[in-house]
Nanobody, 128 residues
Framework: QVQLVESGGGLVQAGGSLRLSCAAS????????MGWFRQAPGKEPEFVAT???????YYTDSVKGRFTISRDNAKNTVNLEMKSLKPEDTAVYYC??????????????????????RGQGTQVTVSS
């Protein structure tokens, strides 16, 4: 079992920045790919970014160059640095963990349904 707690959401003006953090407890953090997803009202969860066990990162096209995902296995945390925020980035952001021992260390899924553990979410609102 893994417990995930997100923090760092809030209200920001367009063009501003936020840093989301996710603290994980429970089973060995380094055995998980860690991802960030977001869900806007009335929409399905959307992949944002993920980081593999070996540190490979993957982003959805709309955030490339603006968002940076990172992980600290010693502190059991994963962060999402968000810059140049746009109103369309407004959503609840979820941290998620995918137990992937047996796969390549560089592998990380972009599918919401592959992540067995998810946090409660943190609201990010970008005003225009």
């Amino acid at each position: 079992q893994v417990q995930l707690v997100e923090s760092g959401g809030g209200l920001v003006q367009a063009g501003g920045s936020l840093r989301l953090s996710c603290a994980a407890s429970g089973r060995a953090f380094s055995t998980y790919a860690m991802g960030w997803f977001r869900q806007a009202p009335g929409k399905e969860p959307e992949f944002v970014a993920t980081i593999s066990r070996s540190g490979n990162t993957y982003y959805t096209d709309s955030v490339k160059g603006r968002f940076t995902i990172s992980r600290d296995n010693a502190k059991n945390t994963v962060n999402l640095e968000m810059k140049s925020l746009k109103p369309e980035d407004t959503a609840v952001y979820y941290c998620a963990a995918d137990y992937i021992v047996g796969y390549s260390a560089s592998y990380a899924s972009t599918s919401w349904f592959d992540y067995e553990y998810r946090g409660q979410g943190t609201q990010v609102t970008v005003s225009s």
